[in-house]
């Protein structure tokens, strides 16, 4: 499954501060959609109301629509949790959970939620989701051990494993290989790109090329000062965003005159 | 101002070797011994080794001090002089931690056998006898107390960390500072006052000292706890969160267990901290010298209301009641300490790996 997101005149708040203002695009389904700007332009903002995680910062809210193939995620009676199932989310730092072993690491979405499953399911889906995050060959000796043990790419992985075992719609990755070491970085950009072809995918990421080698779509936030809320500049095709930008700001962003 | 002088080579002073240390260090204990046996000579007292011992590091310090100057440098002369400072300083505390254990152990030791731990003192006057009702009212009000007080105490972090805003955590947080002081005693007059109300004046029961003793043990869990459910990386929680997990999931399955490790050490020092209470336990739980396993009915001894007690009122055989005292005193040292393995035990075996 893959669902298209609509974001609809969107401004996201904190308490009184608005730090995205009236953001109009469509994340297309089966594509990555790669956000870029400078830090602080709220593109981390933007990627967390798309599951409602901005919500476990007191005070953060959000105005406007938000449709996921047309059905509203802030409309009334919305369960939050329920959000999340569909809209999986790989952090900028690896967080795997200490306590737990790699397979309970890929499971958790299950475990912690107390849904049961048999143990042959359990290793399938063990071993599905290792490989679905290209993880498989490392750690399938060692699904016992802690995941703590592994290497940060390997984490990353084992984060983005456990985000595609609950078969989510769409997968959100909030400057997944900021914290990574190049090789690293290619292996998990190599897996968005696989993961295209099952999910949504939308990346934040301070790394330019990255976004001109992985996404499809690029869209460019920026602020025009510290307090002023962050806006979208351009989203367009991630060819013509760096070959030929429309906006004047965003050919100074991509071409290294910005600033 | 002065600018730092560029050194012209990186070769410093030269080092003092390394016997300096224990060689001055014995010629200053030297020095000091012969100098008080013969003012002890001249005065006809004894050598008094406190002084023999203040004298000699002192004197240690000042000439290492000295020498370290002349021959390496005012730099590394200070570092020696504030190695020997913290290090006499660890000394100053240590000692009279042995001292109380090597006290407790020895004078404990007479009493230390198989009566001690099997017989209570019903009808016993002289020798003989046993804490059996103390150790059992001891291990019952105690383990009644930590019932009351874990399951409040880790909500009320929980509520605290977790869910607590605006003025009602301020609050909360405020009471337990409070609470965190709150003298045993009073804690003691509290479960009596509270006792009276439902079971008339002169009431004395065992359970009322496990709610005068939780009453000191809450505050310490929830502050235990509290710090511990804090340093649980939010990371972990918003990974949770991202996953679909609802809030109370994700405290129960992932903050919890992260932080199971260092909330166990917290709950073994808050019983430690309570173990030993003596006073709200003379009130609440009085004392007596037959067994009693029933915390809900008539009198209890502890071990620290016998230790009291023994001592206190000894009878016509003087020697047998203080060695009681000293073995009680053992015994309880002794069950903090297995409390304290427990509890290292626990953390090592919960806390994360990797």
């Not at chain 1, 809209?87 to 959970?97: A, S, T």
């Not at chain 2, 014995?26 to 008094?48: D, G, M, P, R, Y």
């Not at chain 2, 019983?271 to 008539?298: C, H, K, Q, W």
């Not at chain 2, 297995?338 to 919960?350: G, M, P, Y």
Request: aromatic share 8%.
């Amino acid at each position: 499954m893959s669902k298209r997101i609509e974001l609809l005149n969107l401004n996201v708040y904190y308490s009184s501060f608005l730090a995205v203002a009236d953001v109009n695009m469509v994340i297309q389904p089966r594509a990555i959609t790669a956000f870029i700007g400078p830090s602080g332009c709220g593109k981390s903002t933007l990627i967390r109301t798309l599951n409602r995680m901005h919500e476990v910062i007191p005070g953060a809210r959000v105005e406007g629509q938000l449709l996921m193939d047309g059905e509203d995620v802030y409309g009334p009676g919305v369960d939050p949790v329920r959000v999340r199932r569909q809209v999986g989310m790989v952090f900028q730092r690896p967080n795997p959970f200490p306590t737990m072993s790699i397979r309970d690491n890929v499971l958790s979405g299950y475990k912690l939620n107390n849904s049961k499953m048999s143990k042959s399911e359990a290793e399938e889906l063990t071993e599905k989701s290792l490989v679905g995050a290209n993880l498989w060959n490392e750690v399938k000796d060692r699904l016992d051990k802690p995941g703590s043990g592994l290497s940060g790419g390997q984490q990353q992985r084992l984060c983005i494993a456990r985000a595609i075992a609950v078969e989510p719609d769409v997968i959100l990755m909030d400057e997944p290989t900021s914290a990574l070491d190049p090789i690293s970085t290619a292996a998990i950009e190599d897996l968005a790109v696989e993961l295209k072809e099952r999910f949504t995918v939308v990346i934040v990421t301070h790394n330019m090329q990255q976004a001109s080698r992985i996404s499809d779509m690029t869209a460019f936030f920026t602020i025009a000062g510290t307090g002023m809320p962050g806006k979208l500049i351009e989203y367009d095709r991630t060819d013509k965003i760096f070959s030929n930008p429309s906006e004047q700001q965003t050919e100074d962003y991509v071409s290294g005159r910005f600033g | 101002m002065t600018s730092l002088q560029q050194p012209s080579s990186l070769q410093g002073t030269k080092d003092l070797p390394r016997f300096i240390n224990p060689a001055l260090l014995l010629a200053s204990a030297v020095i000091s011994f012969a100098t008080q046996a013969s003012l002890a000579a001249t005065t006809a007292l004894e050598v008094n080794l406190l002084a023999v011992v203040i004298i000699a590091v002192l004197g240690y310090a000042l000439a290492l001090y000295l020498i370290s100057y002349f021959i390496e440098g005012k730099r590394k002369a200070k570092d020696r002089f504030v190695t020997v400072l913290v290090s006499s300083a660890f000394a100053v505390a240590i000692v009279p931690l042995i001292s109380l254990a090597y006290t407790v152990v020895t004078k404990g030791a007479a009493r230390f056998d198989l009566d001690f731990f099997t017989l209570s003192m019903r009808n016993v006057v002289g020798q003989g006898g046993g804490a059996l009702h103390a150790i059992v009212g001891t291990l019952e009000i105690t383990g009644l107390a930590t019932l009351i007080s874990v399951p409040i105490g880790i909500m009320t972090a929980i509520y605290l960390v977790e869910y607590g805003r605006g003025k009602l955590a301020k609050m909360v947080t405020f009471f337990v500072d409070v609470m965190t002081g709150v003298p045993s005693i009073v804690a003691g007059l509290f479960a009596y006052a509270l006792f009276v109300v439902f079971f008339g004046p002169g009431v004395r029961m065992g359970i009322g000292g496990a709610i005068a003793l939780s009453v000191l043990m809450t505050p310490v869990v929830i502050r235990a706890t509290e710090e511990m459910l804090k340093i649980v990386p939010n990371e972990l929680r918003e990974a949770a969160y991202a996953l679909g997990v609802p809030k109370w999931l994700t405290i129960l399955k992932v903050v919890l267990p992260t932080s199971l490790a260092g909330i166990a050490t917290g709950i073994m020092i808050s019983i430690a901290r309570v173990i030993g209470e003596t006073a709200p336990l003379l009130i609440i739980a009085g004392f007596t010298a037959s067994m009693n396993y029933n915390p809900f009915d008539e009198r209890m001894a502890t071990l620290p209301v016998f230790v009291f007690t023994s001592y206190a009122n000894q009878g016509i055989e003087m020697q047998a009641y203080v060695d009681r005292a000293w073995t009680g005193a053992l015994t309880l040292m002794l069950i903090v300490m297995i409390l304290n393995l427990a509890a290292r035990l626990v953390s090592k075996f919960f806390s994360p790996k990797g």
